[in-house]
């Protein structure tokens, strides 16, 4: 494969280690910034006639990664780069796809046309917020193609094996979050199910699992993005006072606004897990594996 | 004139101030962020079938004010904007015109295509880097017209009213600013120079104001920018040196590394002065004036 | 006087130009910044059984400021400095001088004893917000003599030197502001008042001016602080209903949350003024010679 | 045991983990930031006259922390706490503990008496950088205790179990770092070496082990911190290139300057690992249980 992968700075150790699993070589990118603020950007490699795979997420500072990540795209274009891939794990503009009020940006719109225009002929991301944007969504506003890849699998078998947990149900905190549960229970054939908001009476709501008990049960709860940690306070909560033997919380995106990950643990989860598309104090799952196999299997096609 | 000002977040006064001076409707922006570090941008007005014109600066942070500055322009086009104008005080990435060194990215080029696409109509900005990026040079890289507004003789005007300078001499600190030093002293009627670098022999290099004797005489240096204040402190020793009875420092843009101003002061400028496209404890001069006069002359026509 | 000034990276300029203004040395400090974010510091000059003035206001990155002023005073005495005198033109951690809920941080306590225990043996300051701390109250949590320096009256008479007021009126936007008022007037000659609340109804309130008529008037409203500009805002409002003929908004401190100054003009304000304690676009009348008076005053004593 | 835990907000998660590893209380700190920078704290919980162990640590934003720590310790005495034990696992201040040049800050002097003064009793950290302070140094300029522990075995451990090694050596990459390696390797029953210079001619100078053969041996370089990652970058080219079989590289303080990971798994090392006293993506051992181990026995006694 004639393949190079780069890496922005916001990920340089998951490029190289992307270019490891895909057998190609690492091409450095040298980048810093003029006492205004500006960055300076630098391939250090050879790249005509080559793919070039970018690797650069969006966390913390996303519009300086992201204006890295349109610097490096035109240059790598300018040195005859045959076709430019990038691999954002986690997508930050994604929120926003819709005017919820008069006037509102569609950001989602906007950064997606930005990456493509900057020269991106292919797009890789991971668990895109579902509730707010699908696979399928990106077509209506891009002609690059975009593949959303799931950590979901990965993240499910490593808390069975590393928590050793006793067929579990796997629990999404809400009814947009029942879509992470299956992919999660599927990989390691466990039962799963999310919670339901129930109106009881004028003034109560009831939050309960829709279908299952898990009175006494191993509970491992999955959702994209922890981001205050709110939503997911609520959903341990609830599966406590129903009972849960154990609880474990997992999440692909770690955004963790300061003081979250406290708050996630003493609401009563025994541990808290994510990949390292934002790098974090529980990122113990690698989505560099699932990125390289996605991308091989297109490569090779 | 049915056109309407808008600012980012980086000059909200100015583009306050850019409304009343064209006489037309301010747009207020509303900029906030997400725990991740994503903007939230929304128009509070409306833009349809009207001229908008945004303000945004790139100093300090300005891949986040290019960002914001692409959310704001798209959103203005989806809400039917028949144009939008940019206006661009202190243009940042424009250091990078041509490859130093190969494999390096032609920032000026990127962010211009990266304004141009967003949907900017027409951009007009204050004194681009002469000796970088000529308005000349702007065609080359975009169909986007470009009006490069030049705040020189406002910063003249201002220097020989607040210190009562007598027959000043107008100094560039190099040869590629000679330029401004022309432009600033056609406007008040004095003579200009600019410092030039001669060779005397194998080891020793002379610095001296090119044609003119500035001993007993008031001096302006006047320059694009004062970033680290490095060139500055040395035309500063230089023109005192040959004897200069007084000394003023102008520039443009106030980048003002921390500790830049201090310098230029204690190198023995009798005070320094800058315009507003960034915001800084030296600011005398807006460049309110000049881009209204340009921007109406156009909408004219 | 044998007294140096240094400053921190706050104010460089401002230490350069209050020694200029003492008549004193200007001694540099060396300041950068390691990869784990940790100051390097150091003194570039002989202090030793000198008197020591240190410059080092405390906004935007207040905690970075008051850690590296830290290191410069320790290090003064270490070198042997004879007295260490702070200058802290803005004095940030002035809010929380009383538990206003259980288990507050008293800031204005902990920052004035951290300041002293540093080894600073007198500190001046600038309009520290009267409603909040008095000078009289320092002398409860610190034996360190501290000077409270008004810049009021400079931004008085700046104000109807550069609008030309005719018979203006000074307003204080609430009654806490009414001591600033009244120093404001005394030093130009003129008459002020405050805005004062009255409750009208159980459900209204009326907010005017408690004692003066400003119909027709040319007013000045002053404040110690523009942070978000709300409290500036509401008193604009109310002076253009009551029939104000101009409106001037000046502050001591230009904190100037993104567009606060911008909301402030839009209310009304024909122009906004305030000192360089914090640089700001709007920094017109600067805190250096009221500083320089009153420390010589007390060194030649 | 009347001890409590609390976390400033670099630490929230490790407060919390360190609490339950106590078996004691967790007391949740509040902490926000006012508009011009200055941060509000507050302690939700019981203090009187119980001993607050206080967690922060000082990365990335030292100053912020430090300052946060000040407040909070001053408001738990305020509050009638016992006695403060402060727990700042990475203690940035540590590199300037000589004046190198003159005129130089102390910061360690000067850190370390501002954090007794602000009211800690007591001081555990881990790992201080050996070949800068020792334990037995901390005396000299405080009579609060410090107590240093070590995380050398817990990664030692880590390391063999995790990637299988077979018979290992522990190499430090210099001779000050030759005391790590040998507390490693004790942990894991390992042999241990350093890294050492010798001048082979006027021109040349050889790096190699001082005293074993590394060749097709399993070799765990360990260090205090990767910063850039130049040390350690150097130390694996060197045993790579005396025929290392595999090569694992471990620190203490994963600072990891832009890069740094990268720059390190590119040159060779097959992984890297770190504690958590700082986040990082390679925080794969924990410091709690040996925080927990050293303060439970002193608690007792």
Known sequence: MEAVVLGGSSLTHMALRLAKALEVEYV?????????????????????????????????????????????????????????????PYFAYARQDQRFKPGEALSLKTVTKLIENAGTDELYTVDVHRHRVEEAEFPR??????????????????????????DPIVIGPDAEAEHWARVAAEAIGADYDYLEKKRISDREVEVRPKR?????RDVLIVDDI???????????????????????????????????????????????IATDT???????VSVVPILAKSIKERLRS
């Open 141 to 166: 506003i891009t002609r690059m193609p975009v593949h959303n890849v799931t950590a979901m699998p990965e993240l499910a078998k490593y808390a069975i094996r590393a928590y050793d947990l006793k």
């Open 28 to 88: 450095k990118v040298e980048t810093r910034k003029f006492p205004d603020g500006e960055k300076y950007v630098r391939i250090l490699g050879d790249v005509e006639d080559r793919i070039a795979i970018v690797v650069q997420s969006m966390y913390h500072r996303p519009d300086e990664y992201l204006l890295e990540y349109f610097l490096i795209v035109d240059t790598l274009k300018d040195l005859g780069a045959k076709k430019v891939i990038g691999v954002v």
């Open 278 to 284: 934002i790098p974090s104090p529980i990122s113990r």
């Open 212 to 216: 299952l008990d898990v009175r006494g």
């Open 226 to 272: 922890i981001s205050t940690g709110g939503t997911m306070v609520k959903a341990i909560d609830v599966v406590r006072r129903e009972g849960a033997r154990r609880v474990i919380a997992a999440c692909t995106h770690p955004v963790l606004v300061e003081g979250a990950l406290a708050r996630v643990l003493e609401a009563g989860a025994e541990d808290v």
